[in-house]
């Protein structure tokens, strides 16, 4: 599976961002996929996750602020945020999970400041 992450760039504290990542190859093994984030000298923290089914998971920082979503027919899945914070800034990976394989993307990075 082939991950490439895109959308990131600067924006002002309050402003939105669309991050998306395309996703290509064995999509079809992939039963979890998500955004992850790191910032300058932090690890790596999951931002946010989708099953197959459909289902999500936040981490407590992204709740109500960012989405999850998936658009099948494109192999696409996308992470929607609102209310950007300076403390958001960062690289944010996409993710892909199958059974046997965990996948990464490249990276895009966000930054929020004024």
């Known amino acids: 599976v082939q991950l490439q992450a895109s959308g990131g760039g600067l924006v002002q504290p309050g402003g939105s961002l669309r991050l998306s990542c395309a996703a290509s190859?064995?999509?079809?093994?992939?039963?979890?996929m998500g955004w992850y984030r790191q910032a300058p000298g932090k690890q790596r923290e999951l931002v946010a996750k989708?099953?197959?089914?459909?289902?999500?998971t936040y981490a407590d920082s992204a709740k109500g602020r960012f989405t999850i979503s998936t658009d099948n027919a494109k192999n696409t899945m996308y992470l929607q945020m609102i209310t950007l914070k300076s403390e958001d800034t960062a690289v944010y990976y996409c993710?892909?999970?199958?059974?046997?394989?965990?996948?990464w993307g490249q990276g895009t990075l966000v930054t929020v400041s004024s």
């Open positions: 190859g064995d999509i079809q093994s992939v039963n979890l």
């Open positions: 989708i099953t197959r089914g459909g289902s999500t």
């Open positions: 993710n892909a999970n199958s059974p046997l394989r965990n996948y």
